[in-house]
């Protein structure tokens, strides 16, 4: 049996498609909240109701259960305090994983996590990373460049403010730091494949897409992907921070995940050939898999609707 938490973000549901797909038996750990609605309907799994912060919960869970693959719902808006919940809620889930003799523990990060970061998303990550290192069991931890893909909060949100802001689109001022998006496909790949390789226990494995993009360089691809022309205006970070959240005051609601900023500040790159290194084969190339921008969507609506929701 293979628990999966955080399944019902579309990298989640990438990772139990591909599990039920190679026979595994999956159960998703889930939280009790609205996003339950959000988990695959299309292949056969179980679904556990429980919280990370509840360790005896967690001890049932993780009974019967040989591989742990924890992953994280790509939030909304990550604030200080749910980012400490991941923190917390990981130390109770390997703490659980530990006492119950689970065979193989595989964390999903993002590339840049570190505990002495200034920025809280890579640092909690950091420091979820640290404690899967020292729990003794069988882990692995991979880190992530930015996930692209059909329902993911970075290509399709960015479409929509551009469907919404005429002419000229503002974007931060990242300089030269570097991206490498990966389809969330591959990813999946990687992470179902992990689960057997006993050469990758112990393993810090950083994965990439086979392509480094500045930030504007991979805003304009976007852009072309969905036929959608706008000038882009670069904005220094202080100032778009004090936009996104005028913005938020204003409409009662998100425009942009929080994340996205700090993303922009510190970049998502590593070395171009390491998914082909360590799992033998060749990652899409981003224009190729940005097919999903080009279908007819109600992109306005479906920004509006988005602000009226939060």
Same mark, same amino acid.
């Given at each position: 049996? *293979?628990? *999966?938490?955080?399944?019902?973000? !579309?990298?989640?549901?990438?990772?139990?498609?591909?599990?039920?797909?190679?026979?595994?038996?999956?159960?998703?750990?889930?939280?009790?909240?609205?996003?339950?609605?959000?988990?695959?309907? +299309?292949?056969?799994?179980?679904?556990?109701?429980?919280?990370?912060?509840?360790?005896?919960?967690?001890?049932?869970?993780?009974?019967?259960?040989?591989?742990?693959?924890?992953?994280? &719902?790509?939030?909304? %808006?990550?604030?200080?305090?749910?980012?400490?919940?991941?923190?917390?809620?990981? &130390?109770?889930?390997?703490?659980?994983?530990? #006492?119950?003799?689970?065979?193989?523990?595989?964390?999903?990060?993002?590339?840049?996590?570190?505990?002495?970061?200034?920025?809280?998303?890579?640092?909690?990550?950091?420091?979820?990373?640290?404690?899967?290192?020292?729990?003794?069991?069988?882990?692995?931890?991979?880190?992530?460049?930015?996930?692209?893909?059909?329902?993911?909060?970075?290509?399709?949100?960015?479409?929509?403010?551009?469907?919404?802001?005429?002419?000229?689109?503002?974007?931060?001022?990242?300089?030269?730091?570097?991206?490498?998006?990966?389809?969330?496909?591959?990813?999946?790949?990687?992470?179902?494949?992990?689960?057997? %390789?006993?050469?990758?226990?112990?393993?810090?494995?950083?994965?990439?897409?086979? #392509?480094? !993009?500045?930030?504007?360089?991979?805003?304009?691809?976007?852009?072309?992907?969905?036929?959608? %022309?706008?000038?882009?205006?670069? *904005?220094?970070?202080?100032?778009?921070?004090?936009?996104? +959240?005028?913005?938020?005051?204003?409409?009662?609601?998100?425009?942009?995940?929080?994340?996205?900023?700090?993303?922009?500040?510190?970049?998502?790159?590593?070395?171009?050939?390491?998914?082909?290194?360590?799992?033998?084969? #060749?990652?899409? %190339?981003?224009?190729?898999?940005?097919?999903?921008?080009?279908?007819?969507?109600?992109?306005?609506?479906?920004?509006?609707?988005?602000?009226?929701? &939060?």
């Amino acid at each position: 049996m *293979v628990l *999966v938490t955080g399944a019902t973000n !579309f990298v989640g549901r990438a990772v139990v498609r591909g599990l039920t797909r190679r026979g595994y038996q999956v159960c998703c750990l889930v939280e009790p909240s609205r996003f339950e609605q959000d988990l695959p309907t +299309d292949v056969t799994f179980s679904v556990l109701s429980a919280s990370l912060d509840d360790l005896a919960a967690l001890r049932k869970a993780v009974k019967s259960v040989k591989v742990v693959i924890h992953l994280t &719902r790509e939030e909304e %808006r990550l604030r200080e305090r749910t980012l400490n919940d991941h923190a917390e809620g990981t &130390r109770n889930l390997v703490r659980a994983a530990s #006492e119950q003799g689970v065979s193989r523990f595989i964390y999903l990060s993002r590339l840049g996590a570190t505990p002495a970061s200034a920025y809280p998303l890579f640092r909690i990550k950091g420091e979820a990373e640290t404690t899967v290192a020292e729990s003794g069991l069988a882990h692995t931890n991979l880190r992530s460049a930015v996930v692209y893909g059909q329902e993911d909060l970075f290509t399709t949100r960015l479409v929509m403010l551009a469907k919404m802001i005429p002419l000229i689109l503002p974007i931060p001022d990242a300089g030269m730091v570097r991206f490498q998006p990966v389809w969330v496909e591959d990813l999946a790949r990687c992470v179902v494949d992990s689960v057997e %390789r006993k050469d990758l226990i112990g393993r810090m494995i950083q994965l990439g897409g086979p #392509e480094h !993009f500045t930030l504007e360089q991979m805003i304009r691809r976007i852009l072309e992907a969905a036929g959608t %022309r706008r000038s882009l205006f670069h *904005v220094s970070m202080p100032i778009m921070q004090s936009g996104v +959240d005028g913005l938020e005051t204003i409409t009662g609601g998100a425009a942009t995940p929080a994340w996205w900023l700090e993303l922009a500040a510190v970049g998502s790159a590593t070395d171009l050939g390491t998914i082909p290194k360590h799992f033998n084969f #060749e990652p899409c %190339r981003f224009s190729q898999c940005l097919t999903y921008l080009r279908r007819d969507r109600p992109w306005r609506r479906a920004f509006i609707q988005h602000l009226l929701s &939060r």
